[in-house]
């Protein structure tokens, strides 16, 4: 009876693990710059690895996601220049389940200067 018990116990354990390493990453997520009232917002959908800028405040200045690849590369740089209102979206290609790292800026377009005190945290998803 011990036995039995033992040997569904490990098909239980093998078979959770096994589930759990089969499931697909959907880890959708957003960052904002920093200070108060977001006014460049970043969403990244895992799902298609979609990046979203959002230019949320009519502060003359171009929301920016500034984002790193498994390789090193980095940082990439997706604008939105279409001012307070307006969002761009940026449809990627990532192998799934590799990751990505990105944050939020706020920036010149002109120039393309990042203005690296309005940075946001960076965070850390998966395609």
Known sequence: MAVLRRSALVALATGALLLAGGATASADSERCTSGSGCAGRVTFQSY????KVYDQD????SAVAMYWLPDGSGPHL??????????VTANLEFAEG??????????????????????????????
């Open 58 to 61: 009519p502060d003359g200045h």
């Open 48 to 51: 298609g690895e979609v990046f």
């Open 98 to 127: 590799s990751w990505v790292t990105y944050r939020a800026c706020l920036g010149e377009h002109g120039p393309k200067e990042i203005l690296q005190n309005t940075c946001g945290p960076t965070i850390t998803d998966l395609a």
């Open 78 to 87: 997706i604008w939105n220049p279409n001012g307070n209102g307006s969002t």
